[in-house]
T-cell receptor
């Protein structure tokens, strides 16, 4: 099993709808979970982090963590064309962060 | 704002050349990282450092070495470049304090696209 798994996409979502991005991880000892956004030709930038089970909201973004099921998700409400990017899930393994390969999100105008 | 800069955006080298990629951060961060990013393979950690003159191997250190003589600067060295090292190289830094505090937000530089002919 890969350490951090994401569906590569592309995930196509109509403008204004909710985009749902999912990530599963293999290490039950992981404690830190991150979502990075990467626009084409640019470097990743952090948009959310979560450490505790449950939901964490920041503007249009909500991160959800379920440690028992070993998954973390990112919801984007009221999707905008500017949300079109690759979203990288990252999880700690001991003292390092392991990145998933990313999900390409395409918001349809 | 944290700023991480990399010496070149694009670099073309020949097989067998020694290549230096430089990274500088201006926020007094303890931790610095070098990744490569390839289509279909994602971001892979090459080396990292949590203190001056300290270095740790990541997941794919073969063919690379690093140097951290000053806190703000972390260099990646390809001793003898090969075509399979053609890639996008990303440097990152994070605040952290000590080895156990490395799992915090990482700030990335703009990347260096290296082509080895």
């Amino acid at each position: 099993q890969k350490e951090v798994e994401q569906n590569s996409g592309p995930l196509s979502v109509p403008e204004g709808a909710i985009a749902s991005l999912n990530c599963t991880y293999s290490d039950r000892g992981s404690q830190s979970f991150f979502w990075y956004r990467q626009y084409s030709g640019k470097s990743p930038e952090l948009i959310m982090f979560i450490y505790s089970n449950g939901d964490k909201e920041d503007g249009r973004f909500t991160a959800q963590l379920n440690k028992a099921s070993q998954y973390v998700s990112l919801l984007i409400r009221d999707s905008q064309p500017s949300d079109s990017a690759t979203y990288l899930c990252a999880v700690n393994r001991d003292d390092k962060i392991i990145f998933g390969k990313g999900t390409r999100l395409h918001i349809l105008p | 704002d944290v700023k991480v800069t990399q010496s070149s955006r694009y670099l073309v080298k020949r097989t067998g050349e020694k290549v230096f990629l430089e990274c500088v951060q201006d926020m007094d961060h303890e931790n610095m990282f070098w990744y490569r990013q390839d289509p279909g393979l994602g971001l892979r950690l090459i080396y990292f450092s949590y203190d001056v003159k300290m270095k740790e191997k990541g997941d794919i250190p073969e063919g690379y070495s690093v140097s951290r003589e000053k806190k703000e600067r972390f260099s990646l060295i390809l001793e003898s470049a090969s075509t399979n090292q053609t890639s996008m190289y990303l440097c990152a830094s994070s605040f952290g304090t000590g080895q156990g505090a490395m799992v915090d937000e990482q700030f990335f530089g703009p990347g260096t696209r290296l082509t080895v002919l």
